[in-house]
């Protein structure tokens, strides 16, 4: 549907050309969505599919083991579509205190990603709203090494930026300017608050991320921020118990339709082609989850069986297996901390475990060797792949 625009243009000057930048109007779209029945029938799928999602933690082992593994696959995955080339394994390796195989840059940011994700979860569990006072929070910690470190982490820009393009004439979009970006925030978390009307959770997280990416508040950091508040709302609006919903590998494959979509949200305020887009990520990404934690279930009952045909050596090589499970790039360093086992122990029981093809070292030196378990990680690569 098309709509008068969605917003505003105002003339500014920066870097000594004339602009139009766009103001957004405050949510919700005016005239209100309209809800054909393909439109009905895609948020429906949608949610289904996000019921499934939430009830796979009932199946998992140990949500937490899940968790810890499927976060570091998003941050790769978001901070890929900003340009870094750090895959699951390098982070891994760097949290290992290994050197990885990319520029550390790189990997740093992705590591941030992790970090910033984990203090809105845990923000959010201490009651603490999303806000505007949250989203800095999560920004200062996302840009606080590497290569955004000098682009004022959780500070609000105090200067025009751009989206696209080499300069402001030739750039795709231009945000709010800055003196703006108090006022539009403000509107922004009045209603993610539900200030004025009660918004669906699901149809909510849809409008917001396109309202925070067309405000752009920040000088760096916009996209993955924006990426991470779909699930922050999702998560803080009881849709999800536990955080398992990320569409960046939907955004990345469908990266054309996504910025299309967007920007005919600004053009033409045809806000339901981007809630077609959205719900069919959201069921997409939702039904992936699923069977990407039902073959690492498969997978750990096919290595825990092959262990426990180890006779004597069973209990041990649990022990060992459980470290896997909870960080599947390790060391023999890593397992003596975390278990009470003796050196030579661990040793040997890697040993067992490399033949029984459950594990592979990666260095090919008698010391300080790194052990992979490669076929756990292989299935939370699935999509990762390095374009």
């Known amino acids: 549907m098309k709509r008068e625009i969605q917003g505003k243009y105002v003339t500014i000057s920066t870097v000594g ?13 005016k005239p209100d969505i309209e809800w054909s029945l393909a439109l009905r029938q895609r948020f429906e799928k949608a949610h289904l599919a996000l019921g499934r999602l939430d009830s796979i933690s009932s199946l998992l082992p140990d949500t937490d083991i899940f968790l810890y593994m499927y976060v570091r ?60 006072r949250l989203l800095r929070e999560i920004h200062a910690i996302l840009l606080s090494g590497g290569r955004g470190s000098t682009k004022q982490p959780g500070e609000l820009r105090q200067s025009q930026n751009l989206i696209g393009g080499t300069r402001p004439g030739n750039a795709v979009f231009v945000p709010p300017p800055a003196e703006e970006i108090a006022d539009v925030l403000s509107a922004l978390e009045k209603f993610i608050h539900n200030q004025g009307q009660q918004t669906p959770s699901v149809l909510k997280a849809a409008l917001v991320h396109v309202q925070f990416e067309t405000i752009h508040p920040f000088l760096d950091g916009n996209g993955r921020l924006g990426r991470l508040l779909i699930t922050l709302i999702l998560v803080a609006e009881k849709v999800l118990q536990q955080p398992l919903l990320y569409l960046s590998l939907y955004f990345k494959t469908h990266r054309q339709e996504y910025y299309e979509r967007l920007n005919q949200v600004r053009l033409t305020g045809d806000w339901e082609a ?20 039902k073959e690492l279930i498969d997978q750990s009952e096919r290595d825990r069986a092959a262990i426990q045909g180890q006779g004597r050596f069973a209990g041990t090589l649990s022990q060992i297996y459980n470290v ?38 990666l260095t090919g030196k008698q010391r300080n060797r790194i052990y992979a378990y490669g076929e756990y990680i292989a299935i939370l690569n699935q999509g990762n792949e390095l374009p």
């Open 274 to 293: 981007w809630l077609e887009y959205f719900a069919d990520a959201t069921e997409q990404t939702a039904n992936n989850a699923v069977l990407t934690a």
């Open 324 to 361: 896997l499970l909870r960080r599947p790039v390790t060391s023999a360093a890593r397992i003596k901390n975390e278990t009470d086992l003796a050196p030579a122990t661990i040793q040997s029981g890697l040993q067992k475990l490399e033949k029984l093809n459950i594990l592979q070292e």
């Open 17 to 29: 050309e004339s602009v139009q930048a766009f103001i957004p109007a405050a949510l919700p779209p």
């Open 73 to 132: 696959k998003e941050a790769v995955l978001s901070s890929m579509i900003e340009g870094t080339q750090s895959s699951l394994s390098d982070l891994l390796l760097y949290e290992l205190s290994a050197r990885p195989g990319v520029p550390i840059d790189d990997v740093e940011e992705v590591s941030n990603y992790v970090a910033a994700l984990e203090h809105g979860l845990g923000r959010l569990e201490e009651g603490f709203p999303i806000s505007v």
